[in-house]
């Protein structure tokens, strides 16, 4: 059999695959591009489930369809989906270990192509002399998430989401108990925009985006800690498709990136009303540059090892001094330059937490929007490479 020229087909965003090998004789056999298969199987692996009560969630599901294979692997909560395109027997299904699928696909290099014969109990993969033979487990049992019609349907530039969700996803709580809190609250904020907030009760962080009329009336939604890394991870990269589509149904979510799919359950609560600690008065402005400021916080907290250590903020005209302290081992203090001319003022804050929302700042020069020492921070990047984003931080006794 003549092995078919996949070089140029090496990602799961390709739609311009190369034509499929001829259809194997096996009854149930399929011959597709070794490296198309790895990069599906890769994309799809991170929802595979290490659960040893339910082992089928650690396979991944892999069937014929009318082009070649779609894959799929499922934790319950949330399904990622990708096809392949081959030469495959209508009647091919079969799940093998993900894990260890992607592994062989990595390490066997033996050719172009592999073949796939599904038995009973064991998957034979043909690498061109190398055989590898994986346990299965039965089709029947792998589940599926089942949607039924989406009422709500739209697409957004991909940049433009995946830069909501990850100015967002450091604030996610993971505190089970207020699991309403574990997720990106989307919702349709002012006209026009698309707004994205997360939260753990600490920390705020807010991105909007330019919306499209066709999510109008969506309802807001809370999508899950792992299903935004998930999108994060689909949309990385410069393969990555200039859009993505999302669907809204009734408690699910579906978000396609290229060939990928992600179906996913929606958190089932009631966000909060998170404008209510949004500061809309705070007058005293305090600019600073980003890099100075983290690296004099990362100095001054070296004596406090501990997590949750404060760093007390002490302005006055002009200058910025940190001071950290620690009963056990004394104290630190910088002095830096900044952008102050109201009354002297001193503010306690987290610093771990203050060094994750000035990570997530783009600008060369982070605005620090306060009241007074015991009301939360507005946070804003000071450029336009920051529109659109704000981080509130509650401040911390000191």
Same mark, same amino acid.
């Given at each position: 059999?003549?092995?078919?020229?996949?070089?140029?087909?090496?990602?799961?965003? @390709?739609?311009?695959?190369?034509?499929?090998? !001829?259809?194997?004789?096996?009854?149930?056999?399929?011959?597709?591009?070794?490296?198309?298969? @790895?990069?599906?199987? +890769?994309?799809?692996?991170?929802?595979?489930?290490?659960?040893?009560?339910?082992?089928?969630?650690? +396979?991944?599901?892999?069937?014929?369809?009318?082009?070649?294979?779609?894959?799929?692997?499922?934790?319950?909560?949330?399904?990622?989906?990708?096809?392949?395109?081959?030469?495959?027997?209508?009647?091919?299904?079969?799940?093998?270990?993900?894990?260890?699928?992607?592994?062989?696909?990595?390490?066997?290099?033996?050719?172009?192509?592999?073949?796939?014969?599904?038995?009973?109990?064991?998957?034979?993969?043909?690498?061109?002399?190398?055989?590898?033979?994986?346990?299965?487990?039965?089709?029947?049992?792998?589940?599926?998430?089942?949607?039924?019609?989406?009422?709500?349907?739209?697409?957004?530039?991909?940049?433009?989401?995946?830069?909501?969700?990850?100015?967002?996803?450091?604030?996610? @709580?993971?505190?089970?108990?207020?699991?309403?809190?574990?997720?990106?609250?989307?919702?349709?904020?002012?006209?026009?925009?698309?707004?994205?907030?997360?939260?753990?009760?600490?920390?705020?962080?807010?991105?909007?985006?330019?919306?499209?009329?066709?999510?109008?009336?969506?309802?807001?939604?809370?999508? !899950?800690?792992?299903?935004?890394?998930?999108?994060?991870?689909?949309?990385?990269?410069?393969?990555?498709?200039?859009?993505?589509?999302?669907?809204?149904?009734?408690?699910?979510?579906?978000?396609?990136?290229?060939?990928?799919?992600?179906?996913?359950?929606?958190?089932?609560?009631?966000?909060?009303?998170?404008?209510?600690?949004?500061?809309?008065?705070?007058?005293?402005?305090?600019?600073?540059?980003?890099?100075?400021?983290?690296?004099?916080?990362?100095?001054?907290?070296?004596?406090?090892?501990?997590?949750?250590?404060?760093?007390?903020?002490?302005?006055?005209?002009?200058?910025?001094?940190?001071?950290?302290?620690? !009963?056990?081992?004394?104290?630190?203090?910088?002095?830096?330059?900044?952008?102050?001319?109201?009354?002297?003022?001193?503010?306690?804050?987290?610093?771990?937490?203050?060094?994750?929302?000035?990570?997530?700042?783009?600008?060369?020069?982070?605005?620090?929007?306060?009241?007074?020492?015991?009301? !939360?921070?507005?946070?804003?990047?000071?450029?336009?490479?920051?529109?659109?984003?704000?981080?509130?931080?509650?401040?911390?006794?000191?």
């Amino acid at each position: 059999m003549t092995k078919p020229d996949l070089s140029t087909a090496s990602h799961p965003y @390709s739609s311009d695959l190369a034509a499929a090998p !001829p259809l194997p004789t096996a009854p149930a056999a399929a011959v597709v591009g070794r490296a198309l298969l @790895s990069a599906a199987v +890769n994309a799809v692996a991170r929802a595979a489930a290490d659960r040893k009560s339910i082992p089928i969630l650690a +396979n991944v599901l892999l069937q014929a369809t009318g082009a070649g294979l779609i894959l799929r692997c499922s934790d319950l909560d949330r399904e990622i989906s990708c096809p392949v395109a081959g030469a495959v027997a209508p009647n091919f299904a079969v799940t093998v270990p993900a894990h260890v699928l992607a592994k062989v696909l990595k390490e066997a290099k033996a050719g172009d192509t592999v073949t796939i014969t599904a038995g009973a109990s064991m998957a034979v993969l043909d690498f061109s002399g190398l055989k590898v033979m994986l346990n299965t487990l039965p089709t029947v049992d792998f589940p599926q998430i089942v949607a039924g019609s989406w009422a709500h349907e739209f697409t957004l530039r991909t940049a433009d989401f995946v830069r909501a969700l990850k100015r967002t996803e450091f604030a996610i @709580s993971t505190e089970e108990t207020r699991y309403y809190l574990n997720g990106v609250f989307m919702h349709n904020g002012a006209p026009g925009t698309l707004r994205f907030v997360a939260t753990d009760g600490h920390k705020m962080a807010i991105a909007d985006i330019a919306a499209p009329e066709s999510s109008a009336g969506m309802p807001g939604v809370i999508v !899950p800690r792992q299903t935004v890394a998930e999108l994060i991870y689909a949309a990385r990269g410069k393969g990555a498709p200039e859009t993505v589509t999302i669907r809204l149904g009734d408690g699910l979510s579906q978000f396609v990136i290229g060939d990928i799919v992600i179906t996913s359950k929606l958190i089932n609560g009631t966000f909060p009303n998170y404008a209510r600690v949004v500061p809309s008065g705070n007058d005293k402005r305090m600019t600073i540059a980003v890099e100075s400021l983290d690296t004099s916080i990362k100095q001054v907290m070296m004596l406090s090892p501990e997590r949750g250590r404060s760093v007390k903020l002490s302005m006055t005209d002009s200058r910025l001094r940190l001071c950290s302290m620690d !009963p056990d081992t004394g104290s630190a203090s910088a002095d830096l330059a900044c952008d102050y001319a109201s009354d002297p003022m001193d503010i306690g804050f987290n610093s771990e937490y203050l060094r994750s929302i000035l990570a997530n700042v783009e600008s060369d020069s982070v605005a620090f929007m306060l009241a007074d020492s015991g009301s !939360p921070a507005l946070i804003r990047g000071a450029g336009d490479a920051d529109r659109g984003v704000s981080f509130v931080l509650m401040p911390k006794r000191i």
